[in-house]
């Protein structure tokens, strides 16, 4: 068949019924965060891939479709509108960035498609509750606020926050500011970092004069990375600790000789944990493709079992909209060793949220 006639069948094809299970992703596989982005498609592909040698769904099999959106919210949007109208998916998946979400938000309202598993624990995705919207990891929030809590049971208090200057690192920021409130304490510094290009002969030394004992730092890996150099150059010994969108081991090699003692959030178990099964079974996977299991990794697999989940229970002749039910209509779902659940007033899925510390052979461990 011509290119041009191939087309055509698509572009004739209902909105409402799909042949094969194509799935969208728009996510910045280059840009400051495509190491972070990289393994968790990886991971995610531990699961599609095993699903689809078995047979797929239904007899169906999973493809993913991933476009570059370089890390920039406008692209973001302008992938998302070529997958859910050109390509014609039948749900978007593991996204990155909380700017980058918000871009496309009006795009899965107006068709009705579900996003599963956005790669961000903005609050924003969370509360209220979006239709179209299933998160399958905590929020940053939580995450934020476990950091300075731990913090001060280390007995630092003098704490530094340093977040990017959008939607991002102003919910971090947030959360943050709740662990503060609780102790009843004010951070020595709050500082808005550019999310592009942060500079950090400004940041550094707003940290340094307030002689921070820790930092609280919000934004992408490379924006972390950067930041922790020019403090350790500055010759500062602060603990940093950042979130977990930034718990990849692209993280680690970014940070190169800086990276012992970092802490970094997670928002799922240990890869090195045995009393999950579910993380063994990535492990033994991810084994068999001659990978190493990261956080990151564990998240993107996490996140293809709840898809794959909402595939299979909206049956054999899959809709948007039976997707969408599918998926609302997941309760205690034992992924192995952890429940995951949504309905009409909740679609956070998985509320876990630990920390973790990079050791000298620059591997997390809790």
Same mark, same amino acid.
């Given at each position: 068949?011509?290119?041009?006639?191939?087309?055509?069948?698509?572009?004739?094809?209902?909105?409402?019924?799909?042949?094969?299970? &194509?799935?969208?992703?728009?996510? !910045?596989?280059?840009?400051? %965060?495509?190491?972070?982005?990289? +393994?968790?498609?990886?991971?995610?592909?531990?699961?599609?891939?095993?699903?689809?040698?078995?047979?797929? *769904?239904?007899?169906?099999?999973? +493809?993913?479709?991933?476009?570059?959106?370089?890390? +920039?919210?406008?692209?973001?949007?302008?992938?998302?509108?070529?997958?859910?109208?050109?390509?014609?998916?039948?749900?978007?998946?593991?996204?990155?960035?909380?700017? @980058?979400?918000?871009?496309?938000?009006?795009?899965?309202? $107006?068709?009705?498609?579900?996003?599963?598993?956005?790669?961000? /624990?903005?609050?924003? &995705? @969370?509360?209220?509750?979006?239709?179209?919207?299933?998160? %399958?990891?905590?929020?940053?929030?939580?995450?934020?606020?476990?950091?300075?809590?731990?913090?001060?049971?280390?007995?630092?208090?003098?704490?530094?926050?340093? @977040?990017?200057?959008?939607?991002? =690192?102003?919910?971090?920021?947030?959360?943050?500011?709740?662990?503060?409130?609780?102790?009843?304490? +004010?951070?020595?510094?709050?500082?808005?970092?550019?999310?592009?290009?942060?500079?950090?002969?400004?940041?550094?030394?707003?940290?340094?004069?307030?002689?921070?004992?820790?930092? %609280?730092?919000?934004? #992408?890996?490379?924006? %972390?990375?950067?930041?922790?150099?020019?403090?350790?150059?500055?010759?500062?010994?602060?603990?940093?600790?950042?979130? #977990?969108?930034?718990?990849? !081991? /692209?993280?680690?090699?970014?940070?190169?000789?800086?990276?012992? =003692?970092?802490?970094?959030?997670?928002?799922?178990? #240990?890869?090195?944990?045995?009393?999950?099964?579910? *993380?063994?079974?990535?492990?033994?996977?991810?084994?068999?493709?001659?990978?190493?299991?990261?956080?990151?990794?564990?998240?993107?697999?996490?996140?293809?079992?709840?898809?794959?989940?909402?595939?299979?229970?909206?049956?054999?002749?899959?809709?948007? $909209?039976?997707?969408?039910?599918?998926?609302?209509?997941?309760?205690?779902?034992?992924? !192995?060793?952890?429940?995951?659940?949504?309905?009409?007033?909740?679609?956070? !899925?998985?509320?876990?949220?630990?920390?973790?510390?990079?050791?000298?052979?620059?591997?997390?461990?809790?």
């Amino acid at each position: 068949m011509k290119k041009w006639m191939a087309a055509a069948v698509l572009a004739a094809a209902p909105l409402c019924a799909f042949s094969q299970l &194509l799935i969208g992703q728009t996510a !910045g596989f280059t840009g400051p %965060v495509s190491a972070g982005v990289k +393994e968790i498609t990886a991971g995610a592909k531990l699961w599609i891939d095993s699903i689809n040698a078995k047979g797929g *769904v239904h007899g169906q099999k999973i +493809e993913l479709v991933s476009l570059d959106d370089k890390f +920039e919210p406008p692209l973001a949007a302008a992938n998302a509108k070529v997958l859910i109208e050109e390509k014609n998916v039948l749900a978007m998946f593991l996204n990155r960035g909380t700017p @980058h979400t918000e871009a496309f938000i009006p795009l899965l309202e $107006a068709h009705g498609v579900a996003l599963v598993a956005p790669s961000t /624990g903005a609050m924003l &995705l @969370h509360h209220p509750v979006r239709k179209t919207i299933f998160n %399958v990891r905590s929020t940053y929030q939580r995450e934020a606020e476990k950091a300075v809590s731990h913090l001060l049971t280390m007995g630092m208090t003098r704490i530094a926050v340093v @977040h990017a200057d959008d939607t991002f =690192g102003l919910d971090g920021l947030e959360g943050a500011s709740k662990g503060f409130a609780k102790a009843k304490l +004010e951070p020595v510094a709050v500082i808005a970092a550019d999310r592009g290009k942060p500079d950090y002969t400004k940041i550094i030394p707003a940290i340094t004069s307030k002689d921070a004992q820790a930092v %609280v730092w919000i934004a #992408s890996a490379n924006g %972390v990375a950067g930041g922790v150099k020019a403090l350790r150059a500055a010759k500062s010994a602060a603990q940093v600790v950042t979130l #977990s969108n930034n718990a990849s !081991g /692209g993280f680690i090699k970014s940070l190169g000789e800086n990276a012992h =003692g970092v802490i970094v959030a997670q928002v799922f178990p #240990s890869v090195r944990t045995f009393a999950y099964p579910f *993380v063994q079974e990535a492990a033994a996977l991810a084994k068999e493709k001659k990978l190493e299991l990261s956080p990151q990794m564990l998240e993107g697999y996490t996140a293809a079992k709840v898809l794959v989940e909402g595939l299979r229970r909206a049956g054999p002749n899959p809709t948007r $909209a039976k997707v969408i039910a599918a998926l609302e209509g997941i309760r205690k779902y034992d992924l !192995g060793g952890l429940e995951v659940s949504y309905g009409p007033d909740d679609h956070t !899925g998985l509320d876990f949220a630990d920390l973790s510390i990079i050791d000298a052979e620059s591997k997390f461990v809790r």
